[in-house]
């Protein structure tokens, strides 16, 4: 499955997206995502991978975040490189049925 965007909108306030596109891919029992973004600036797609990554270690490092959840956030990768944002992720087939159970029936 893939999508894109060239619609321009403001995902939070004082960062605007430019551009977006990706991919979720199902091979070899694993699910890949790979998003890319493109920001109004360097500056803006650094600060946003800087604050993407603080979450991610602050969730990870919570004591009631379920097992499957800090796997699976350890498998995020977040990349600037320019204005443009780089978001990959792998999460194992196996472990996909006991995340969506996190979420509700």
Known sequence: VWGASAIASELEP???MKAAHGALTMA???LTIDLRT???SPKA????VTKANAQIAQVSGMGQTPAGVKSMLKSV???AAGADVTIKATVPESELIGLLSLIGP
């Open 77 to 79: 990768s977040l990349k």
């Open 28 to 30: 070899g029992g694993n």
């Open 45 to 48: 797609a650094a600060d946003a």
């Open 38 to 40: 493109t920001l109004d």
């Open 14 to 16: 004082g960062v605007r």
